[in-house]
Structure formats: C-alpha cells, structure tokens
C-alpha cells in the first residue's frame, strides 16, 4: 500500500462501523454487484471497498464510473474514488482532473490515486504543476508518474526530495522514488553512477536533519530507505 493509500486510511469511520463491515463478511462483499453495494458504499472500510474494486466485473467498474459521474456529494464522491485505487478508471479522466483540488473528505488525494493507475500525458503534467505550485496534494503526486515514467526522473524526483521541507511530503516523495528505482531501474544518472549507500527518510514526524547518507550496511534505528546499489558499467 502506498502513503497515498494509507493517507486514505478508515480513523475518520466510528469503531462500530468498522466491527460492523470487518466482521468475517469479506467474500459477501467481494461477490455483490456494484447495485448491491451502492447502498453500503459510504460506510465500508477503505479495503473492502479497494478489494471489491480489484475483483468486480468490467461491467460494474463501468457502472461505478457511472456513479462517480452522477455523485453530487464530496462524502459520495470519495467513496465511488475508492474503487479505482487499484483499478483502471475507464471513464472519461477529465472527470478525475476536475476532482484533484477538492479538499473536502479527502476527495482531491482519492482522486490523485485514482489517476495514478492511468498512463496518459496530462496526468505527467499534472505531477509537475502539483508539485511546483506545492498544492496540498504533492507528496502524493509523484506517484502520478510511476506509470507515466521519462528517462531522467530520477534526477528530478531526488531534486524534489532535497527541496521539500514537509515531513509528511517528504515521506511520500521518498516511498514514491524507492517505488519509481525499483519499476524503472536507471543506470544512466549521476545519482546511480555515484552513489552507493542508503537514502535515509525519516518518518512523517521526523526532521529534515534526520537525512543522511551513509555507507551500505549501516541502518537507522528508524524512519526508511531508498537503497541504491547499482553500478556504473
């Protein structure tokens, strides 16, 4: 799961909501059709709802977009979002880009997530002008580009790391680039030539003096770490 996904965690859900919804009722949930589960939608956990999405039918992620389309409410909006955090949006994506500034119940982060599993040149645009306006938002839009991948944005997401002075972006941006070497790995970069260590990333908490880079084999007692062990040939 990515921070972007477990920054849509379920704390804002009464405990009794999720005893309720995580009760053993999984596979139920997994079999219902997209009509079966619009009247639970607002009320079940971020999983179950992420795992109902990955396995439904082509004709019911077709309805649920449909649903998103039709949804008024941001309550409405962010839950129909949560379905596509793993799946392709096969709607038009002009709708996702009009939801991305949407602060209310998280609908502009869900809808960043839900883009990232499209590959398409306006979402890399996207990625940039988040970040370089440093909108609510950026951490998390670095991982628009993971599918929408340039030779050279290694160089520019370790450029973003070093500038960005928020903790919670920079832990994202961080998860994201370990993500981004591990998908694309690049051996072409002043980065992959020249170094060969550990990238420490404190936690969302931490302090930018907590980053540092060190010899392999030497870990910090906490935080994570982008490890770069390829070599110039």
Not at 185 to 192: G, I, K, L
Request: glycine letters at 6%; one cysteine or more; a neutral charge.
């Amino acid at each position: 799961m990515s921070v972007a996904q477990e920054n849509l965690g379920d704390e804002h859900m009464p405990e009794a909501s999720r005893r309720r919804l995580d009760d053993g009722k999984s596979d139920e949930i997994t079999n219902m059709s997209y009509d079966q589960l619009l009247p639970r939608l607002s009320e079940m956990t971020f999983v179950r709802i992420t795992s109902w999405g990955e396995k439904a039918s082509e004709t019911d992620i077709e309805r649920a977009a449909h649903g998103l389309a039709a949804t008024q409410s941001p309550k409405g909006q962010y839950a129909h979002l949560r379905i596509f955090s793993c799946r392709h949006f096969p709607g038009d994506i002009q709708l996702l880009f009009s939801l991305v500034n949407e602060e209310e119940e998280r609908v502009g982060l869900a809808a960043l997530i839900a883009l990232s599993q499209i590959t398409h040149r306006s979402i890399r645009e996207l990625a940039f002008r988040l970040i370089n306006a440093r909108a609510k938002w950026r951490g998390q839009a670095f991982e628009l580009l993971l599918r929408n991948f340039r030779p050279g944005d290694h160089e520019i997401a370790l450029q973003w790391f070093e500038a960005e002075d928020d903790a919670e972006a920079r832990h994202s941006i961080g998860s994201d680039l370990m993500k981004l070497c591990e998908m694309h790995p690049d051996r072409s970069t002043r980065y992959a030539r020249s170094m060969k260590g550990t990238v420490f990333i404190p936690p969302r908490t931490g302090s930018r003096e907590a980053d540092r880079v060190e010899p392999p084999g030497q870990r910090p007692a906490k935080g994570m770490c982008l490890r770069f062990e390829w070599r110039h040939s």
